[in-house]
C-alpha cells in the first residue's frame, strides 16, 4: 500500500491492522514533506518565533526556547507525554494507529522529515508495534499521551511488541536492524498532535459494528422462522414508501434469508395472528437505521483519514505555518457515541426476540425456556437473563462521552472531545454485542429444533449449520458459556458474513 495522504476504507485499514500488507511512502509525498520541512529550518535559521518550533507547549506557549535548547524540546514533549494508563492496545489497533498516522504525515502539511515517517513505516513492516497504554487521552491536542508512546520507540525509548515478546523498544529496533531516530525542530509535536489514537480503536470497533449489523439481519430471520412468524413487514412495497437505505437493504436481506421457508407455507393459511411484535416486525426500520448510522461514521473516518491534524500546519507553497485546531478530536468523538447509541439499539432489540423465544407466554408454542423438559431442566432461561445483563452494560457505556469537558493544560485546553474514551466505550459494547448475538443465535437455532421436520429459509439453514458446527442442540443442560463463546469468535471472525 502506497501512502500519499489519500483517503483510506475501514477496509483498506483492516488490511493492514489485521494482514501483513506492507506500506510505502509515494514518492509525491516525500517531494511534499521535503518541502514543509524546508520552511520549518529556515524558520529555525531566522529564529522566528513559531508555535511548537521553538515556543513551549500549551499553557507554555509563551516561554521563547533557544536555538540550543530546540532538540531538547521536542525530546522533552515526547518523554513527558508518555503518560499513559491501563493495559496496552491491542497489536491491530496499534497497526492501525502507526497507518493512519503515517498516512495523513504524507500530506505534508506538518514539517517532518521524510526519514521519520519512512522509520514509522518500516517498523510496521517489521512489525515493531510500540506499546501503547488505551487511557490519558482527552482527545482535544489530539490523542497525546498515546501518540507520544507511539513516538517513544521511534526514538528508542520506552517498550515495543516484537515476535510476541514485550522489550525495550532499543532492542526491537535492533533485531529488525532499524535505528531510532533523533527528532529535530517540530518533530516530536508532528508527531503528538493527531487523532489517530482513538480513529484506530474506534474504527475498526465500527468495522465490527457493521459486521454485527449484517449479523442482526441473520439472528433476527432465524428467530423469526423460530417463532413461527411472517415476513409480511419485509415486503419491497413498504420498504419503498419510506426509502432509507439502510432500511431497504436490510429489508432485503431477510427477504434473501427467508426464501424458500417451509416453516412459512406450514402457516400462511389459517393463523389467527394478525401482526408480530415490532421486535420482528421493525426489523428493517432498526436495523436499517443502524446501518445507517454507521455509513456515516465510516464517511467521516475517510475523511479523518486523509486530514492533517496536527498544529501547527505548514503551507510550503506561501511558507505559511498557521496555529488552528485540526487536532481537536469532537468530529470521531461524536460519531463514536453516535454509533455506540445506535449498536446498543441493535443490542435491545436483539435481547426481546431473545425473551420471545424463551418465554413460553410468547413463543407461540416452544417450550419453556427451550428446554427438553421443562421444570427438570432449565434450558436457556440464564442465558436470557445473560443477554439482559449484557444490555444493561451497554446501555450504561452508551452515555456519550462527547457530551463532557474537563478543562487541561492550565486552562489553555478549556474544551476538550473525550473522543479516545468514546472510542474504548465502543469496542466494549462491540464486545458485548457479539456475545449477545451469539445468544441470540443459540436460541433461535434451538427453536428450530423443535419446528423439525419443517425447513426453515435456505440463509436460515446455512446459519443453524455454522452454529450446531461448535455447538450442539440442548437435548439436556449443560454449562453454555462455552456454546456462547465458541459462536461469539465465529461471529469475530466473520463465519456468518456470507450470508
Known sequence: MELSGQALSLSDVAKVAYGRERIQIAATARKRMAASRKVIEDIVARDTVVYGVNTGFGKLADVRIPHEDIEALQLNLVRSHACGIGPPLSEPEVRAMMLLRANVLALGLSGIRPEVVQLLCEMLNQRVHPVVPEKGSVGASGDLAPLAHLALSLIGEGEAFFDDQRMASSEALKFVKLRPVQLAAKEGLALLNGTQAMHAVGGLSILRAKRLANLADVAGAMTLEGLRDTPAAFDPRLQDARPHAGQKAAAAHLRSLLKNSEIRESHRKNDPRVQDAYSIRCMPQVHG???????????????????????????????????????????????????????????????????????????????????????????????????????????????????????????????????????????????????????????????????????????????????????????????????????????????????
Open 289 to 499: 437505521a443502524v446501518r445507517d448510522v454507521l455509513a456515516h461514521c465510516e464517511q467521516i473516518l475517510s475523511v479523518e483519514s486523509a486530514s492533517a491534524t496536527d498544529n501547527p500546519l505548514v503551507f510550503a507553497e506561501t511558507g505559511d505555518v498557521i496555529s488552528g485546531g485540526n487536532f481537536h478530536g469532537a468530529p470521531l468523538a461524536m460519531a463514536f457515541d453516535y454509533a455506540a447509541i445506535a449498536l446498543t439499539d441493535l443490542m435491545n432489540i436483539s435481547e426481546r426476540r431473545i425473551d420471545r423465544l424463551t418465554n413460553p407466554d410468547k413463543s407461540e408454542g416452544l417450550p419453556p425456556f427451550l428446554a427438553r423438559k421443562p421444570g427438570v431442566e432449565s434450558g436457556l432461561m440464564v442465558a436470557q437473563v445473560a443477554a439482559a445483563s449484557l444490555v444493561n452494560e451497554a446501555r450504561v457505556l452508551a452515555h456519550p462521552a462527547s457530551v463532557d469537558n474537563i478543562t487541561t493544560s492550565g486552562g489553555k485546553e478549556d474544551h476538550v472531545s473525550m473522543g479516545m474514551t468514546s472510542a474504548l466505550k465502543l469496542r466494549s459494547i462491540v464486545d458485548l454485542a457479539e456475545n449477545l448475538f451469539a445468544i441470540e443465535l443459540l436460541a433461535s437455532a434451538e427453536a428450530l429444533e423443535h419446528r423439525r421436520p419443517l425447513r426453515a429459509g435456505k440463509g436460515v439453514e446455512r446459519a443453524f449449520q455454522l452454529v450446531r458446527k461448535v455447538a450442539p442442540a440442548l437435548t439436556s443442560d449443560r454449562a453454555l458459556s462455552s456454546d456462547v463463546a465458541r459462536v461469539a469468535e465465529q461471529i469475530r471472525s466473520g463465519k456468518f458474513d456470507d450470508l
